[in-house]
């Protein structure tokens, strides 16, 4: 949403008064600021979009080194991405066959 249209919810009587449209629109605009801000960070650490030192970082944080994903060589950030990817689905089965993880080129 816009700064607009979080300032078109407000009544009229308020909207009226400028000092307090005023105050409204700089305390508004700072959330529509830091929304955008976690938006552009949950971009830039999830799995399916991560590259370089994001995607070190996502790893790391989950235990898991490039050098696990082939044979002490760095791996690629689409390898490494990749790696992470079965990882995760690896991690949230449940463990019943109903559930089983399809097999999709190489296993972690």
Known sequence: MHLDDYLSLFPGSTREKPRFMAVASALLQQVI????????????????????????????????????????????????????????????WDGTNKTVPARTGRSP
């Open 33 to 92: 600021d830091l929304q955008a801000t976690v938006e552009e960070l949950n971009a830039a650490f999830a799995p399916a979009t991560a590259r370089g030192t994001q995607l070190d970082a996502l790893g790391e944080s989950l235990g898991l080194s490039r050098l696990d994903t082939s044979a002490g060589a760095a791996a690629t950030d689409e390898v490494y991405r990749d790696f992470i990817r079965k990882k995760l689905i690896r991690w949230g």
